[in-house]
């Protein structure tokens, strides 16, 4: 069974960081583009970021482009987000997801969502002072 458990979430003040993980079971990540999608309440999800397998290429929504750092680590099978410089706005609960036939060049989040294959439950990030 493919599933992905995120850990890292929890309360920080604005200008704060947090670092979310996201561990894989029953699949190898390394085949696998891994981004982090976060849903805030009231609001439609959001594509924040994305890592592909073949070259490490990433994406980054623009509001947090400078501040959010994804990286992977394929002998941990895990993915980590570093998130610097929070704000309020991103409050929300962070999910990881993979998608394998999700290709450098290609539309993000577009194309992410549309190769969806498999997601996690989220970990919950609140900041606020």
């Known amino acids: 069974q493919l599933q992905l458990v995120e850990s890292g979430g929890g309360s920080v003040q604005p200008g704060g960081s947090l670092r979310l993980s996201c561990a894989a079971s029953?699949?190898?990540?390394?085949?696998?583009?891994i981004g982090w999608l976060r849903q805030a309440p009231g609001k439609e999800r959001e594509g924040v970021l994305c890592?592909?397998?073949?070259?490490?290429?990433?994406y980054y929504a623009d509001s947090v482009k400078g501040r959010f750092t994804i990286s992977r680590d394929n002998a941990e099978n895990t993915v980590y987000l570093q998130m610097n410089s929070l704000k309020p706005e991103d409050t929300g609960n962070y999910l990881c997801a993979g998608a394998k036939e999700y290709n450098s060049g290609s539309s993000f989040p577009e194309d992410f969502y549309r190769y969806l294959e498999v997601w996690g439950e989220g970990t919950l990030v609140t900041v606020s002072s």
């Open positions: 029953g699949f190898t990540l390394d085949y696998y583009a």
């Open positions: 890592i592909t397998s073949s070259d490490g290429s990433t």
